[in-house]
């Protein structure tokens, strides 16, 4: 069974109960067909700017691209536009132009629509799996494996006993703690309380999917790391100025991945984020790195971004690096 298709009652006795797949399979990504190549999302969840999780737009539409290529085109890459707000009110239709069909590459356009209106724009490619002759990645980070960590509903739940807590950091972290989310996040570097304050630009999570994916179809993989690719995304930027500008909103503009191996989003993958860049105007870009077995790499995306409040309005660049830890000696390289 292909895991772009939902599990249906009945079906592959070997799967786990339905309790036990990820919620990101059997709902938040599971797209309803309409027509050739048109699609329905419908919401998991609202953040409380009322405004869609981008990250569920991102994955969606990669799912749907994904529904109209070969079972052996695997996306090494998507390039995506914000271009309006989503409504929460009423669902998402997904758009697929099949733009070109080749032997060896792919590639799709998606357009998201809303009252009739795009709210995003996505151009996905996918290839024949190859081997290459040329490979080389970057080292995987010497950081504490996510055993070893809190995860984040015990660390936001040890910051909120703690009686010297600032009264303007409690509201911020009970809203955190009522949400839920079908990811699950460990911080490598947790902040003190003192350093809540100012911190630098830069942050590193263990990340996965709550619950179970399996092997499954790559592609699926592939659009959980897009859904995740969201979260703690934008805050990053604000590390440094948290607590000198009121900000309004935070909302990315467009968003870019790129996959090179293949990896499972059901298993942690350590999350590397870092603003080298924020001001009054300009682009930035943010790179991403998946290691999978052993330090493999396996994707990479960027984002630029716009942020405004009273006293800021401007642009920022954010890095971000995925690296998924893997079985030893297993290499999967870029």
């Given at each position: 069974?292909?895991?772009?298709q939902?599990?249906?009652?009945?079906?592959?006795?070997?799967?786990?109960p339905?309790?036990?797949?990820?919620?990101?399979?059997?709902?938040v990504?599971?797209?309803?067909?309409?027509?050739?190549d048109?699609f329905?999302?419908?919401?998991y969840?609202v953040?409380?700017?009322?405004?869609?999780?981008?990250?569920?737009?991102?994955?969606?539409a990669?799912?749907?691209?994904?529904?109209?290529?070969?079972?052996?085109d695997?996306?090494?890459?998507?390039?995506?536009?914000?271009?309006?707000?989503?409504?929460?009110?009423?669902?998402?239709l997904?758009?697929?132009?099949?733009?070109?069909?080749?032997?060896?590459?792919?590639v799709?356009?998606?357009?998201a629509?809303?009252?009739?209106?795009p709210?995003?724009?996505?151009?996905?490619?996918?290839?024949?799996t190859?081997?290459s002759?040329?490979?080389?990645?970057?080292s995987?980070?010497?950081v504490?494996?996510?055993?070893?960590?809190?995860?984040?509903?015990?660390?936001v739940?040890?910051?909120?006993?703690?009686?010297?807590?600032?009264?303007?950091?409690r509201?911020?972290?009970?809203?955190?703690?009522a949400?839920?989310?079908?990811?699950?996040?460990?911080?490598?570097?947790?902040?003190?309380l003192?350093?809540?304050?100012?911190?630098?630009?830069?942050?590193?999570?263990?990340?996965?999917?709550?619950?179970?994916?399996?092997?499954?179809?790559?592609?699926m993989?592939?659009?959980?790391?897009?859904y995740?690719?969201?979260?703690?995304?934008?805050?990053?930027?604000?590390?440094?100025?948290?607590?000198?500008?009121?900000?309004?909103?935070?909302?990315?503009l467009?968003?870019?991945?790129?996959?090179h191996?293949p990896?499972?989003?059901?298993?942690?993958?350590?999350?590397e984020c870092?603003?080298?860049?924020?001001?009054?105007?300009?682009?930035?870009?943010d790179?991403?790195?998946?290691?999978?077995?052993?330090?493999s790499?396996?994707?990479?995306?960027?984002?630029?971004?716009?942020?405004?409040?009273?006293?800021?309005?401007?642009?920022?660049?954010?890095?971000?690096?995925?690296?998924?830890?893997g079985?030893?000696g297993?290499?999967?390289?870029s």
């Amino acid at each position: 069974m292909s895991a772009l298709q939902a599990p249906q009652d009945g079906q592959d006795a070997g799967d786990p109960p339905e309790d036990l797949r990820s919620v990101l399979v059997t709902s938040v990504l599971n797209l309803e067909p309409l027509d050739e190549d048109l699609f329905r999302g419908r919401h998991y969840w609202v953040p409380t700017t009322q405004r869609l999780f981008g990250g569920q737009i991102v994955g969606q539409a990669l799912v749907a691209a994904a529904k109209s290529v070969n079972e052996d085109d695997h996306v090494h890459s998507l390039h995506c536009y914000f271009v309006r707000a989503g409504d929460p009110k009423v669902p998402v239709l997904y758009q697929v132009e099949r733009t070109r069909t080749g032997a060896s590459f792919s590639v799709r356009s998606v357009k998201a629509v809303q009252h009739g209106k795009p709210i995003f724009i996505c151009q996905a490619s996918f290839q024949q799996t190859q081997p290459s002759p040329v490979q080389h990645q970057f080292s995987m980070p010497t950081v504490p494996p996510p055993e070893e960590l809190l995860d984040y509903e015990a660390l936001v739940d040890q910051y909120l006993r703690d009686p010297n807590l600032q009264e303007k950091y409690r509201v911020g972290l009970n809203r955190i703690a009522a949400r839920e989310v079908p990811v699950e996040i460990k911080l490598v570097k947790p902040p003190t309380l003192s350093q809540l304050e100012s911190m630098e630009p830069k942050q590193m999570f263990w990340v996965r999917a709550r619950g179970y994916i399996g092997e499954g179809d790559i592609k699926m993989h592939c659009c959980v790391a897009a859904y995740i690719s969201d979260y703690a995304f934008l805050g990053t930027a604000m590390l440094p100025h948290r607590w000198q500008h009121k900000v309004h909103f935070m909302v990315s503009l467009d968003h870019s991945m790129w996959f090179h191996a293949p990896f499972r989003a059901d298993h942690w993958m350590l999350y590397e984020c870092e603003s080298p860049w924020a001001g009054e105007c300009g682009a930035t870009w943010d790179k991403g790195t998946d290691l999978g077995v052993a330090g493999s790499l396996h994707f990479l995306w960027g984002t630029s971004q716009v942020i405004s409040s009273p006293a800021l309005l401007g642009f920022g660049i954010l890095v971000f690096k995925m690296r998924v830890r893997g079985r030893t000696g297993h290499l999967l390289s870029s």
